[in-house]
């Protein structure tokens, strides 16, 4: 399959220009995923064949026009009381606009504003664009809009403070007000197995905290809290925990707490609304479900816009001496795709997040600079606790100031980060930090999240600068596997981009499938479980997601199936397959139309689950409606979610819900009913460029009991917004913006 645009010069002025082909539906069904991508290749060519960045405004506006600079001071946010601080390098001179569009969309808040000094010089950096190639650039720490206390205390030596327990009474036990029994732990972290998060303002406070948990659930669901003591009057200070596994030291103040034994817990399954509550996991809080045997229609009661994510990278990476890339035949370094270079090289060192264990942590050290980054996508989930947002083509840049842009380090086709702080939570942007593991040298430059073959790195080290590569485009929400790991089908695509023309010509070449964890310290880590498990002249199963059909043994469990969708032209076909076998191409059976089979459904097929034409899907069991709901965006960049729901003629049930079928599988149901008309769930209005929206996901279980999912009310919806302006810029070349959606 391929794809051949021109671009309007290097900026192309956004991808506004893609709705002018919604009349031809078969080019778009076929290759939607392919107009994302344009600016990006274009861009990231030409900086790697001239060494340079794109330092000036391409649309000739001579900068950002009247700018103020100030710091702003954020205060006592009025409904949740939690507290933070927002710097803001620069904004226009309407201080009220700008807290308006920026901070919070409700109640006033208070603002303090003092002048700043933005006088900061340009950062130096090489032009060897080798991912381990160190140059030292000085430059002041910098970011837009925010830098919250986590951030802080990264570029400053961590205190005690008179609130800490530690180090004094590590190891002896602690009594809480309940009376529950805990041992303390000092200066330990126990990454994921995260409970939603919670602002106090002391270390009993947050113990009480989990003692809550624990009396709210019957059972002991919070098995440790762990304080920091240097957050305390900023947002998220204490982190509960429904495992304690991997516990790690780390060079940071933690004040923490594992549970010893609890008061006998009063056992009830029925709140006072009259739903019911299932057995807790470890995959997360235990859903609740509506009462009766019907289904409930699903309605939008609310929904609030968070603003642009911002990111946080660390600051260490792993200092590690990897053997030299290799270097390929003449003969493979031809222009056009070669399947070889991803199904006979294993993969190559020097791509994808690496893990902190006894190897690594001996080799980190301190970033020298705070890279910027510029980059699209944005799906994910929750694993383990952690909620990931995972992205496609993502530039690396030096330090990027309000008055300078960054210079141009390196280019990945993936990258990932976690949501640090929950900030969601309480309606503001969200927090996204990018982990130790997936720098790849003291500047910035990265690693990538999927990894790539020896024989993709090194086609692509040979190739740079001539506008060729391969790139790993992980286009949809994870697919839960277990309560450690999930899924992606990801598309392996073969980048051209004539260096004269700037005509890209992108080529599906098959897809991969990864194995995502949490990975802990070091970032969540992508195995490449089957280099390459579909074909390109196949339906792209799974790169549109899937959904996981949990068996009696309940969420996380090991039984149950798998089931993945095909996205072709009219709507989208259906593949199933038991968790054990998803690596496996013959153990998957195929919806023909009227019964399951293990022939595999061609690009031509017309057995739709669901008939529409998808751009991004999410499918998912909705324990307050008791049926399914899909939510999507269409291939028409009308920049707007629709959702619809299974109109089963009685109340759907899991097999592990009591009033269950133990022996069902209870997303077969989206075979055996009709869905519902197609309703408006949220219009994301246009990007700053005014190009349409696009990758809009739903991240499944961050509201913890109250997400949708859990039986909860809050759906978090993300998606990308281009800017139309220069990805070396504070405000990047596209935006990652985040909004709370509310059902009845």
Not at 108 to 136: F, G, M, Q, W, Y
Not at 529 to 540: A, G, M, P, S, Y
Request: proline residues 6%.
């Amino acid at each position: 399959m391929k794809l051949s645009l021109p671009y309007h010069g290097l900026t192309l002025v956004g991808l506004a220009f893609f709705a002018t082909l919604s009349t031809t539906q078969a080019l778009l069904q076929n290759d939607h995923r392919l107009r994302h991508k344009q600016l990006h290749h274009a861009r990231s060519a030409a900086l790697a064949s001239s060494g340079s960045s794109l330092t000036s405004d391409p649309y000739g506006n001579g900068g950002t026009g009247a700018i103020s600079k100030v710091a702003v001071d954020v205060f006592t946010h009025p409904t949740t009381k939690a507290v933070s601080t927002i710097v803001a390098r620069s904004f226009p001179d309407d201080t009220e606009a700008f807290k308006n569009k920026y901070l919070y969309q409700g109640p006033k808040i208070t603002l303090k504003v003092r002048a700043v000094d933005n006088s900061v010089p340009k950062p130096s950096t090489s032009e060897d664009h080798h991912h381990h190639h160190k140059t030292c650039c000085e430059a002041p720490y910098s970011k837009l809009f925010a830098r919250n206390a986590r951030t802080e205390a990264t570029i400053r030596k961590r205190q005690a403070t008179s609130d800490s327990i530690c180090p004094a009474t590590n190891g002896t036990t602690y009594t809480s007000a309940a009376g529950v029994q805990y041992q303390t732990i000092c200066n330990i972290n126990i990454p994921g197995q995260d409970l939603p998060f919670q602002t106090v303002a002391t270390f009993a406070d947050c113990v009480s905290a989990c003692d809550t948990i624990n009396s709210n659930a019957g059972e002991d669901n919070c098995l440790a809290a762990i304080f920091t003591p240097n957050r305390v009057n900023d947002a998220n200070d204490c982190y509960l925990k429904y495992a304690t596994d991997n516990a790690t030291p780390v060079d940071a103040l933690l004040d923490g707490a594992i549970l010893i034994s609890s008061p006998s817990a009063v056992q009830s399954s029925v709140s006072n609304s009259g739903s019911t509550t299932g057995s807790s996991t470890g995959y997360g809080p235990a859903p609740s479900y509506a009462s009766g045997n019907s289904v409930i229609v699903p309605e939008v009661a609310y929904s609030q816009l968070h603003g642009p994510t911002q990111n946080y990278p660390t600051n260490q990476y792993v200092d590690i001496t990897l053997p030299p890339d290799l270097t390929l035949m003449t003969s493979l370094l031809t222009v056009g795709p070669e399947v070889d270079l991803s199904i006979d090289y294993s993969i190559s060192p020097d791509t994808g997040v690496l893990p902190l264990n006894s190897t690594t942590i001996p080799l980190l050290a301190d970033l020298t600079d705070t890279p910027h980054l510029s980059r699209d996508g944005g799906k994910g989930g929750l694993i383990d606790g952690a909620n990931l947002f995972i992205f496609c083509d993502t530039g690396s840049y030096s330090t990027t100031t309000d008055n300078t842009n960054g210079n141009f380090l390196a280019f990945v086709s993936s990258s990932v980060a976690t949501d640090t702080g929950m900030y969601a939570l309480y309606g503001n942007p969200i927090h996204l930090e990018d982990g130790i593991g997936e720098w790849s040298d003291n500047v910035g430059r990265m690693r990538g999240f999927s990894p790539l073959t020896a024989g993709e790195q090194g086609y692509n080290l040979a190739m740079q600068g001539q506008g060729q590569r391969y790139a790993i485009w992980p286009e949809s929400s994870i697919i839960p596997l277990d309560g450690q790991s999930a899924i992606l089908f990801a598309p392996i695509v073969y980048d051209n981009v004539d260096m004269t023309t700037h005509v890209a010509t992108f080529t599906y070449t098959g897809a991969t499938l990864l194995t995502v964890t949490a990975g802990g310290g070091g970032g969540p880590i992508a195995e490449r479980t089957v280099d390459r498990i579909w074909e390109d002249d196949e339906v792209e199963w799974g790169c549109v997601g899937g959904i996981r059909s949990w068996g009696p043994s309940g969420i996380g469990g090991s039984d149950g199936m798998v089931y993945i969708f095909g996205n072709v032209r009219g709507g989208l076909l259906l593949a199933k397959t038991p968790p054990s076998g998803v690596a496996d191409r013959n153990s998957y059976q195929y919806w023909t139309g009227n019964s399951w089979s293990h022939g595999m459904q061609a690009p031509t097929s017309t057995a739709y689950f669901i008939p529409g034409s998808f751009m991004d899907v999410d499918v998912f069991y909705s324990p307050r409606h008791l049926t399914f709901i899909i939510v999507y965006m269409t291939i028409y960049a009308d920049s707007t979610f629709y959702y619809r729901y299974l109109q089963a003629d009685q109340a759907i049930l899991p097999p592990y819900a009591a009033g269950g079928n133990p022996s069902e599988d209870y997303v077969a149901n989206i075979l055996q009913y009709n869905w519902s008309e197609e309703y408006t769930l949220y219009k994301t209005g246009t990007g700053l460029s005014g190009a349409y929206t696009y990758a809009g996901g739903v991240h499944q279980g961050y509201f913890g009991a109250d997400d949708i999912v859990n039986g909860g009310s809050k759906m978090l919806l993300s998606w990308t917004a281009p800017t139309g302006l220069d990805p070396a810029s504070e405000t990047s070349e596209y935006q990652i913006i985040t909004a709370e959606i509310d059902w009845v």
